[in-house]
């Protein structure tokens, strides 16, 4: 085999995103997206620099208390929702909970009410394979809310969506953020984007340039008419 080739996936990166705000990173395959996500969500450490999540320097911790930070103060909302097949609903939204050593009837209630917060009270005991698809993005709201996480990562969390449910998930997640929820979103579609306050365009590993939107409930209103 060949020597290995060093590839700067990111590189000079400063960016500072504050809490509540609801922050839309953009650019073209190979930008440096995933890279941008997978150290915000401390499943990558970066290989210089720092990186502070509230009030510690992450970039500096080892593997089992990035775990921790991950499963104490990260939401994550994927675009292909990871469900557990075998799990109900209510049982889906109890993970995170249960890899911190909580019992499931100890987490009862709370994964219930999250449950009946993205509009699932009557479907707490179904399979994933009985949801729609819609739903099931739903259900990893839900359990990304779970932790009452500092901040929650959606990697295109429409992507697999029709147009209408896909606009349900996103008044769901402005609702999260109206709530003081910090969100960060990565996305390919500028109508997506324009809900956020700002919008990170990557290029190249670098960012590019960035967009302010302050998408007020006006401005989102004027989103969701046109699509």
Known sequence: MGDDIEVMALRGVNVDIHQGEYVAIMGPSGSGKSTMLNLLGCLDRPTAGAYWLGGEDVAQMGDDALSDVRGRRIGFIFQSYNLIAQLTVLENIQVPLFYQGQSMQESY?????????????????????????????????????????????????????????????????????????????????????????RVIQMKDGLVDRVEVKRASGEARKKVNKRR
Do not use: F
């Open 109 to 197: 209630e709370r994964c219930a009410e999250l449950g009946r917060l993205v509009g699932l009270g009557d479907r707490l005991t179904h399979r994933p394979n009985q949801l729609s698809g819609g739903q099931q993005q739903r259900v990893a709201i839900a359990r990304s809310l779970v932790n009452d996480p500092l901040m929650i990562l959606a990697d295109e969390p429409t992507g697999n969506l029709d147009s209408k449910t896909g606009l349900e998930v996103l008044d769901l997640i402005d609702d999260l953020n109206d709530s003081g929820k910090t969100i960060v979103l990565v996305t390919h579609d500028n109508y997506v984007a324009e809900r956020a306050h």
